[in-house]
């Protein structure tokens, strides 16, 4: 073998390896950080602005948790939903909620399966959210002005009895994206949920290479579904190993 084709190979391997160690360290080190603001509109003339954030996973890091907080604070919505996960250690609990409770704004609430597995106190989690005007809502349905906001604890479909009041929309709040297939003969304005991440790591015409059980189908993003638009965010934290690839951690603002 000539000693030009030899120089060659090596080449295109040191340019190869080159490449996967950029994009490991992309990975783990970029784009786990590097928020994305999404921006939903689901009316021609909106009337609200909300915020919806999941599956924050929150381990300890207060500077991201304060960056999340201070970029909602930016925006300035209406309200934020949180579609569950927001601890994985009941240690983490009191810093966790110390930070979020900057929200300017309320803050409407459901568990993930992982603030069950912590352990975490769901009244401790109630009691922030109320400072802020908001709720943790356990299978329940809580009034804000004309909106009514469906909470689900769990990951079977409950039909929550409405308020008494008249409402322009409803929406509807799980962890569990798939739970759309168990809602029959009711319909949402809005239905918001997480779980998923995105996969976490996505790859070009495949996407996610592996989601949860309870996510099916539904992955990340707008879904016109028989119960109403469902919206899956890929969540802001990570679970099992630090990365992200093509699934930016999210802030999703919808307007309708």
Known sequence: MKISSIIKKNKIRITIYGILLLIIGYAFLIEPKWIHIEHITLSSHPRYQLVHISDIHFHGDKSFLNEIVNRINDISPDFVCFTGDLIDEKEKLTDALSILEKIRCPIFGVPGNHDYWSGASFD??????????????????????????????????????????????????????????????????????????????????????????GVGEYDRGLYATKAGALYVSPGLGTYGIHLRLLCRPEITVIEF
């Open 124 to 213: 401790t989690i109630n009691e922030s959210f109320r400072k802020t005007g908001g709720f943790w809502i356990l299978d329940k349905a809580k009034p804000l002005n004309d909106i009514e906001i469906i909470g689900l604890a769990n990951e079977s479909y409950k039909k929550i009895d409405p308020t008494g009041n008249t409402f322009t929309k409803r929406i509807l709040l799980t962890h569990y994206p798939e739970i759309v297939k168990q809602i029959h003969n009711q319909k949402y304005d809005l239905i918001l949920a997480g779980h998923s991440h995105g996969g976490q790591v996505r790859l070009p015409i495949l996407g996610a290479l592996k989601v949860p059980y």
